[in-house]
């Protein structure tokens, strides 16, 4: 609703700042204003993650605190988004009974009309609890973003993709974020043209295992130019080239890789284009092909070398940072020996 001010608290990684930016922009769109403490505003959102319980904790302790505010003003619309919400869902309501709404991962796209159901609701039947939920992974929470004013500064993120395909056993992501959804690289092209009109200069390109991007769409057709992906799928590479070309775009940067997903065709496009990063985040996670094999990551550290060997051979000078996990369920003192022998191989 026009005028309505709005009071949003993020939770969690630069995805989820990304979303709660691209809910401002929506709001914004509609008329809705952004406070800066929850005591000014009408509705407060929280944007959370799901990745470590703690985090999932300070949620609860934060929207606890808005239980004397709720009874004061039984007017105020609360809301749990993202990838907690997506965990829990009605269960939310159980533990904080001041919740109005809880929305999924992919479903923020909605969030202006379901804030809206939740205040009709509200005015039917101010006796009972005016509760909306939406979860679920059926769709693309990216629309356009035309008439949005833009907000990011000089360096701006760009969602490429949203899920994973993976099955990582300490990762909770493809629960709460669904499986993979590439978005079509037409549309990434003309949103970082958009950032870039407005004034961003360094690009952040966000996904889960970013340099998966492209295998879950279609094999071009007829005349359309295959990508460098397989079987002609479109491929991160070829994103790359085509942001390379964008005048104002000043540095790209890459969010997070995976080792199984590194090809030739990428340590090209990372060599042939000067705007990308030197440096990348490539997570090992272990050094020992027991721990690897029970984290389910995929790969072994023979492959890992292998993956850093088409890099450095195509650009050799990249430099690479890497995730670990130590005391891992089971790891054994000889595990944890390799995983401090294997960290010094990659010259990290």
Not at 76 to 96: H, K, N, P, T
Request: charged fraction near 30%; include cysteine; proline fraction near 6%.
């Amino acid at each position: 609703m026009p005028g309505v001010p709005v009071y949003l608290e993020t939770f969690g990684c630069q995805m989820n700042e990304l979303d709660s930016e691209l809910v401002r922009g929506q709001l914004r769109r509609l008329g809705y204003s952004f406070v800066d403490a929850p005591e000014q505003a009408e509705v407060v959102l929280f944007n959370t993650c799901s990745v470590r319980e703690h985090a999932e904790e300070r949620v609860f302790s934060w929207v606890g605190e808005l239980r004397k505010a709720k009874e004061r003003r039984p007017d105020l619309v609360v809301g749990v988004m993202g990838c907690m919400a997506e965990r829990l869902g009605d269960e939310i309501y159980g533990r904080s009974p001041m919740v109005d709404l809880v929305v999924g991962t992919r479903s923020f796209q909605h969030l202006p009309a379901l804030v809206d159901e939740v205040r009709e609701k509200r005015a039917a039947t101010p006796l009972r609890p005016a509760r909306v939920t939406r979860l679920g992974f059926d769709e693309e929470p990216d629309a356009s973003r035309a008439g949005e004013p833009y907000a990011g500064g000089r360096h701006a993120y760009l969602t490429v993709m949203r899920g994973c395909d993976l099955n990582c056993t300490f990762c909770i992501v493809p629960k709460v974020r669904g499986r993979v959804l590439s978005r079509g690289i037409d549309a990434l092209v003309d949103e970082a043209r958009w950032m870039i009109d407005s004034g961003a200069q360094v690009i952040t390109l966000l996904g889960q295992t970013v340099n998966s991007w492209g295998e879950d769409l279609p094999v071009p057709e007829g005349d359309a130019p295959r990508g460098r992906g397989r079987q002609g799928r479109p491929a991160l590479a070829d994103l790359i080239y085509r942001l390379q070309e964008l005048n104002g775009l000043e540095r790209l940067r890459l969010i997070t890789l995976h080792p199984s997903y590194v090809t030739p065709a990428l340590a090209q496009a990372l060599r042939d284009c000067d705007k990308c990063d030197r440096f990348l985040p490539l997570p090992a996670q272990s050094g020992s092909d027991d721990v690897l094999r029970r984290m389910k990551r995929g790969y072994t550290t023979d492959l890992y070398r292998r993956r850093v060997d088409i890099l450095r051979e195509h650009c050799p000078d990249i430099e690479l940072g890497s995730d670990w996990i130590v005391g891992f369920p089971g790891e054994s003192d000889a595990a944890f020996a390799a995983t401090e022998r294997f960290l010094a191989e990659p010259r990290f």
